[in-house]
C-alpha cells in the first residue's frame, strides 16, 4: 500500500482532507472481497458504494457493508420511486468515477445518499476511494457525517 497518485485518488483525497489518509494497493480493491484481501479485515467491514438510477433519473448511492446484499425494494421504498441498476456510463456521468470507486462522499456524488444500518456495529470501516484500487479509513459516524445520509434499514 502506498499514499494515493492516481488523479481520481488525488481528487478524493483532496475533498476528504489530510483525516482521512487514501492509500493505493498493487491488488485491486474493486470488490468488497478484493479490498478485505488487500486490507487485510473482514468483507463485513467494507463500505460498498453502489449506485443506482431512479424511475426520475435521479442517481442513488446506497452504502452497505460488504457482506450484505442490497433489497432494491427497501431502497425504492424509502426514496418512493423504482430504482434500477445503474450502467457504467450512468454512474461515471452522475458521479464523476467509474464502478468500483464511487467513493461515499455524500450529496457531491448523489442527491439521495442511504447507508446501511449495519454498518454501525464497526468500530472502523474501509471505503472506495476514486479507483479500484484505492480505499481510506472511517468510523460509521464519520461515515454518515461525510455522506449527509440516511441511516437506514437497505439489506436482506
Given at each position: 500500500?502506498?499514499?494515493?497518485?492516481?488523479?481520481?485518488?488525488?481528487?478524493?483525497?483532496?475533498?476528504?482532507?489530510?483525516?482521512?489518509?487514501?492509500?493505493?494497493?498493487?491488488?485491486?480493491?474493486?470488490?468488497?472481497?478484493?479490498?478485505?484481501?488487500?486490507?487485510?479485515?473482514?468483507?463485513?467491514?467494507?463500505?460498498?458504494?453502489?449506485?443506482?438510477?431512479?424511475?426520475?433519473?435521479?442517481?442513488?448511492?446506497?452504502?452497505?457493508?460488504?457482506?450484505?446484499?442490497?433489497?432494491?425494494?427497501?431502497?425504492?421504498?424509502?426514496?418512493g420511486e423504482r430504482i434500477?441498476?445503474a450502467d457504467?456510463?450512468?454512474?461515471?456521468?452522475?458521479?464523476?468515477?467509474?464502478?468500483?470507486?464511487?467513493?461515499?462522499?455524500?450529496?457531491?456524488?448523489?442527491?439521495?445518499?442511504?447507508?446501511?444500518?449495519?454498518?454501525?456495529?464497526?468500530?472502523?470501516?474501509?471505503?472506495?476511494?476514486?479507483?479500484?484500487?484505492?480505499?481510506?479509513?472511517?468510523?460509521?459516524?464519520?461515515?454518515?457525517?461525510?455522506?449527509?445520509?440516511?441511516?437506514?434499514?437497505?439489506?436482506?
Open positions: 500500500m502506498k499514499p494515493a497518485s492516481a488523479p481520481s485518488a488525488l481528487r478524493v483525497q483532496a475533498a476528504l482532507g489530510p483525516r482521512y489518509p487514501v492509500l493505493e494497493f498493487d491488488a485491486s480493491t474493486r470488490t468488497a472481497d478484493e479490498a478485505a484481501a488487500a486490507i487485510g479485515c473482514t468483507v463485513a467491514e467494507i463500505a460498498k458504494s453502489l449506485v443506482f438510477r431512479s424511475a426520475s433519473g435521479r442517481s442513488v448511492l446506497v452504502v452497505a457493508s460488504g457482506v450484505n446484499r442490497v433489497d432494491e425494494k427497501k431502497v425504492a421504498a424509502l426514496i434500477g441498476r457504467a456510463d450512468f454512474v461515471r456521468e452522475a458521479t464523476g468515477f467509474s464502478i468500483g470507486g464511487v467513493p461515499p462522499v455524500g450529496h457531491a456524488i448523489a442527491p439521495i445518499v442511504l447507508i446501511d444500518e449495519t454498518l454501525m456495529e464497526f468500530e472502523a470501516i474501509w471505503a472506495a476511494a476514486g479507483t479500484p484500487n484505492a480505499v481510506f479509513r472511517l468510523t460509521p459516524a464519520e461515515l454518515l457525517a461525510l455522506t449527509g445520509g440516511t441511516l437506514a434499514a437497505v439489506t436482506r
